[in-house]
């Protein structure tokens, strides 16, 4: 069983959706929580981090994690065409363990 | 311009043949890690190095070896004991090691290197 477990999709929605990303967990030593994007033929950039259960935002993203249901969430509102990417969550103990990572696709 | 290069971009093989992978930064990093992606897998740690001269397995380490003798390089190759190396390989490289991959200690990547065995 993965460690970090993530539905790739793929998602296609319309400009201005919303977006919902989710991943759940295995490990309960896991503490911070990572979403990163790469776009199509790229390395993946760090998109947002979460330390321990609670809710970040920045700008039209947010993060959310839920530690006591091992569950690790994206948001992403007011959706845009240069949205469209591979979303992966990803967590860390000694290393990082990522999900299987989700294809975006926002139609113009 | 700092950052994390790999070349080639692209890299064709014949079965039985050894190649190398280039990774070079220019971000004074002391973590360097090389991750293997294929569709619907994610990323996955083939060998990490927190510091020049020290290299660790990951978690599918077999089939390929690393070397970590200067602070900015990190060559991955890719053996022929590697059963089925056609993938996207990317490498990163953080401050240091742990915590893994925070804003404080971001994994930065390269772009890739996509090898097809033919």
């Known amino acids: 069983q993965k460690e970090v477990e993530q539905d790739p999709g793929p998602l296609s929605v319309p400009e201005g959706a919303i977006v919902s990303l989710n991943c759940t967990y295995s490990?309960?030593?896991?503490?911070?929580f990572m979403w990163y994007r790469q776009y199509s033929r790229k390395g993946p950039e760090l998109l947002m981090y979460?330390?321990?259960?609670g809710n970040k935002e920045d700008g039209r993203f947010t993060a959310q994690v839920d530690k006591s249901s091992k569950y690790i969430s994206l948001f992403i509102r007011d959706s845009q065409p240069s949205d469209s990417a591979t979303y992966l969550c990803?967590?860390?103990?000694?290393?990082?363990?990522f999900g299987a990572g989700t294809t975006v696709t926002v139609r113009a | 311009d700092g950052g994390i290069t790999q070349s080639p971009k692209y890299l064709f093989r014949k079965e039985g043949q050894n190649v190398t992978l280039s990774c070079e930064q220019n971000?004074?990093?002391?973590?360097m890690y090389w991750y293997r992606q294929d569709p619907g897998q994610g990323l996955r740690l083939i060998y990490y190095?927190?510091?020049?001269?020290?290299?660790q397995k990951g978690d599918i380490a077999e089939g390929y070896s690393v070397s970590r003798e200067k602070k900015e390089s990190f060559p991955l190759t890719v053996t022929s004991a590697q059963k089925n190396p056609t993938a996207f390989y990317l490498c990163?490289?953080?401050?240091?090691?742990?915590?893994?991959?925070?804003?404080?200690?971001?994994?930065?990547f390269g772009p890739g290197t996509r090898l097809t065995v033919l």
């Open positions: 990163a490289s953080s401050i240091d090691h742990l915590p893994a991959g925070t804003f404080d200690n971001e994994q930065f």
């Open positions: 490990n309960s030593a896991f503490q911070y």
């Open positions: 979460t330390y321990s259960s």
């Open positions: 990803a967590a860390n103990d000694y290393k990082l363990s």
């Open positions: 971000l004074n990093h002391d973590a």
């Open positions: 190095s927190q510091i020049v001269n020290d290299f």
